[in-house]
């Protein structure tokens, strides 16, 4: 598999696009006036204690102030055994310092923990804990217990160190100079926070976690990238600065993009970025997709559609089903989906075919940088899973709710705001003695009124023997509208 990563660079915004095989598998977007916080250090105060919740709100100078639940508090070293009560653990107006795991998402503040996590290229470094450990994407054992033994040396040889180590799934393959000269890094980095925080005020950024384009390079790049392609001069010098400092065999790959030709228009990212808008994914076998974002959680309805295949019913459900699995794991990451996601897959009722569905689905979901959890095909025919949210997925990020159906999706009908005119004005020549009505309402409202309910319109004028006139207003939606009396 050949990847290769495009940046586009601009004053307010950059985009990031990781492309695998020439197909457009993620996109991710920061903005300059709202970049995203997971990763950032903060001296926060507690602002509120929830014992009922076992959870404390904090402020870390944001604007919503910050959830911190109980189970995200270390004390001491991260060694001893802790309290689970949260009184026990925090008290009203007290500092703490802590970083964010989640971003603001809705109206949900940001997620923290106090167990502060700094990572680099091969390793993560976590001051609180004393352990060594492999990340889980590194499967070959052999290779596991190398990089634990290389991990273990470097903690015992640093009387600095005072903390646990990660191996990154970048690690896999890398020798122990390079895993050193990372731990030196993370460790100067830890220190120049420890020295901040001790003149630092509450609700002040300590640590500020990378640009776009950095993360990229530190957290995006695997064995199979070959290109990293940016469009700024500057930031290109920038991220070639950096991976000469930090990741030297990556320094060949990172390229200036001077096409006039946009970096997006390469591989059609940009088509593709306003196809993950839509709800309606087309398969190439002629069944699709339909996907519903909510607060709560997202559903993938899965349609045969013109697909009939060549044999028999159970043998096109098979093939849309498996045609379906692999899309739906590119689609979760392109468009970013967290949370709980239930996937409707057509009804098979060869357990065979299931268990083949159900492991595409997982062999796609493996280069997934997102965490995620799969049950197996429940009696009802649906899968369940969770993927990992740290940030706002691609819709929320480009998008905001319609101001005329507020998110519903809906729109009443003409027909129905006619009925419910006809009940307003009926309300109010009850309550009011009025002379003549007038009603304001959007065009195609005031079209429908003059046409396919003229013969109503007339009998409701004649029943209350007063005369209504009607207003077309360009600036009202279909729902909207207004009895006036005259």
Request: glycine share 6%; hydrophobic share 40%.
């Amino acid at each position: 598999m050949s990847e290769e990563i495009l940046v586009n660079v601009t004053p307010p915004e950059t985009r990031v696009a990781v492309i695998e095989n020439g197909v457009v598998q993620e996109v991710i977007i920061e903005r300059a006036r709202r970049r995203g916080l997971v990763g950032n250090v903060y001296q926060g105060r507690v602002s509120r204690v929830l014992p009922g919740m076992q959870a404390a709100f904090v402020d870390i100078g944001l604007d919503r102030a910050a959830f911190l639940h109980a189970s995200d508090i270390l004390t001491g070293s991260g060694r001893e055994p802790r309290s689970d009560a949260i009184t026990d653990l925090v008290r009203e107006g007290g500092d703490l310092l802590v970083q964010v795991v989640k971003d603001p998402l809705g109206t949900k503040g940001a997620r923290l923990t106090t167990n502060i996590s700094i990572p680099s290229r091969y390793l993560v470094y976590m001051p609180a804990l004393s352990n060594v450990g492999v990340s889980q994407k590194i499967e070959d054992e052999a290779e596991r217990q190398r990089l634990r033994e290389i991990l273990a040396a470097l903690a015992g040889h640093s009387e600095q160190l005072g903390g646990g180590l990660i191996a990154r799934t970048a690690a896999e393959g890398s020798d122990a100079a390079a895993l050193q000269a990372d731990r030196d890094f993370l460790l100067r980095l830890w220190h120049a926070i420890q020295d901040r925080c001790r003149n630092a005020l509450p609700g002040q950024l300590i640590h500020e976690d990378l640009p776009l384009v950095l993360r990229a390079l530190r957290d995006l790049v695997g064995p199979a990238v070959e290109k990293i392609r940016i469009d700024s001069r500057e930031s290109w010098e920038r991220a070639a600065r950096f991976a000469e400092e930090l990741i030297p065999n990556l320094q060949a790959a990172v390229e200036y993009y001077p096409g006039e030709r946009p970096i997006f228009d390469l591989y059609a990212v940009e088509d593709e970025i306003q196809k993950a808008l839509q709800r309606k994914v087309e398969l190439k076998s002629g069944g699709h997709l339909v996907i519903d974002q909510t607060e709560a959680m997202t559903t993938i309805d899965v349609n045969t559609g013109a697909f009939v295949g060549h044999r028999n019913l159970e043998e096109t459900i098979f093939k849309t089903n498996l045609e379906a699995a692999q899309t739906i794991c590119r689609q979760l990451r392109l468009r970013n989906l967290g949370g709980m996601i239930i996937i409707d897959f057509i009804d098979m009722t060869d357990d065979e075919h299931k268990r083949q569905v159900l492991r595409a689905l997982e062999k796609c979901l493996a280069r997934d940088h997102a965490k995620t959890h799969i049950t197996e095909v429940s009696s009802l025919g649906l899968v369940e899973m969770t993927r990992k949210r740290t940030r706002e997925s691609l819709e929320h990020v480009l998008c905001e709710p319609c101001p005329h159906c507020r998110g519903r999706g809906t729109l009443k009908t003409a027909e129905t705001t006619c009925y419910e005119i006809f009940r307003e004005i009926l309300r109010e020549w009850r309550q009011y003695d009025v002379e003549s009505l007038l009603v304001l309402a959007s065009p195609d409202v005031i079209d429908r009124l003059l046409d396919e309910e003229s013969t109503h319109f007339a009998e409701l004028e004649q029943f209350i023997g007063k005369p209504i006139k009607l207003q077309a207003e360009a600036l009202y939606n279909q729902e909207h509208y207004d009895v006036v009396l005259i």
